[in-house]
């Protein structure tokens, strides 16, 4: 697959995690707790993935996945699960326009990640883009001390805890089990996303009623742009592209849902909110570019 095309699919990813904060609002708003929401979610998800695989499956059967890459994937897909629960239990407490930007600190903690994981010092360009995220986050939450002193306490703590499993979602995404086949790599992880939820919240929906009471809708509708059209589409992508650029390209996320929450949940968004936005969004790039033209010129020289 042509890196074009890989970096068009993790953008239709992150384009699609954009509308969940809309969506899971808009769900407590009818009454749905995280536990439901969240739970309809993942099965929807996973039942539509394994489905993906089984259409693909002539592409996969003949090669055997591994004990080993099977139980990695399973516990790669946990951190989905961290993030989703944290996200949602953030969502209860804190505006939506607000817990996103708590979640995007999964970009600066990707990049340290990464130096921790190779084991080097940050560069300039990575303190750099560190600084200017930080600067930006600032901006965007456009609330003064005294209004960041009322916002609930543990609905930050999930916010930042919901960045520390996006983080090593994206980092897993992009190195667990490379030569599995896209769909399989997908449908073992989302397994593994659902073995923790129901873990952590076990599925009461299925026998309440609720499920039959509306609460399929809110799933099937969480269950595609929350499960199964980023999962799928990050499974393929990021391989080719790396999780450097997949954190770029899945930046798209943070503009949508800040538009969205403007603009159909009333949110007030100022335009200083706007610069924090935009500067986040260039300190994300910028690292990454320039990491890009430094590999360029090492290759011309050679």
């Given at each position: 697959m042509s890196r074009i095309k890989a970096s068009i699919l993790v953008?239709?990813?992150?384009?699609?995690?954009?509308?969940?904060?809309?969506i899971v609002k808009l769900a407590y708003a009818k009454g749905y707790s995280p536990a439901q929401v969240s739970g309809s979610q993942v099965l929807v998800?996973?039942?539509?993935?394994?489905?993906?695989?089984?259409?693909?499956?002539?592409?996969?059967?003949?090669?055997?996945?591994?004990?080993?890459d099977l139980v990695s994937l399973l516990l790669g897909g946990a951190f989905s699960a961290i993030t989703g629960v944290a996200y949602y239990l953030c969502l209860q407490t804190i505006p939506a326009s607000f817990a996103i930007i708590l979640m995007f600190q999964f970009t600066w903690m990707g990049m340290l990640l990464e130096c921790l994981t190779s084991r080097?010092?940050?560069?300039?360009?990575?303190?750099?883009?560190?600084?200017?995220?930080?600067?930006g986050t600032c901006l965007a939450a456009g609330i003064s001390a005294e209004e960041l002193s009322k916002l609930s306490g543990i609905g930050i703590f999930y916010g930042i805890l919901?960045?520390?499993?996006?983080?090593?979602?994206?980092?897993?995404?992009?190195?667990?089990?490379?030569?599995?086949?896209?769909?399989?790599?997908?449908?073992?992880?989302?397994?593994?996303?659902?073995?923790?939820?129901?873990?952590?919240?076990p599925p009461t929906f299925l026998v309440d009623g609720s499920l039959l009471d509306g609460l399929w809708a809110w799933g099937l509708?969480?269950?595609?742009?929350?499960?199964?059209?980023?999962?799928y589409l990050?499974?393929?992508?990021?391989?080719?592209?790396?999780?450097?650029?997949?954190?770029?390209?899945?930046?798209?996320?943070?503009?949508?849902?800040?538009?969205?929450?403007?603009?159909?949940?009333?949110?007030?968004?100022?335009?200083?909110?706007?610069?924090?936005?935009?500067?986040?969004?260039?300190?994300?790039?910028?690292?990454?570019?320039?990491?890009?033209?430094?590999?360029?010129?090492m290759k011309l020289a050679k």
């Open positions: 953008l239709i990813a992150g384009i699609s995690y954009g509308f969940i904060s809309l998800g996973t039942l539509g993935m394994w489905y993906l695989a089984y259409r693909g499956r002539v592409e996969w059967r003949k090669k055997q996945i591994s004990c080993k080097r010092k940050p560069t300039k360009d990575e303190l750099i883009s560190i600084g200017v995220i930080l600067l919901s960045a520390i499993g996006y983080t090593g979602f994206i980092y897993f995404n992009g190195t667990l089990a490379p030569t599995v086949h896209p769909s399989l790599r997908g449908a073992w992880m989302i397994t593994g996303t659902l073995i923790a939820m129901f873990g952590i919240y509708l969480l269950g595609l742009f929350g499960s199964l059209i980023p999962s990050f499974a393929i992508g990021i391989p080719h592209i790396g999780s450097g650029m997949a954190s770029i390209l899945g930046s798209v996320e943070l503009p949508v849902v800040i538009l969205t929450s403007a603009l159909l949940l009333n949110e007030s968004v100022s335009m200083i909110q706007w610069m924090g936005t935009i500067l986040i969004l260039v300190g994300i790039g910028y690292s990454e570019f320039r990491r890009a033209s430094s590999e360029k010129k």
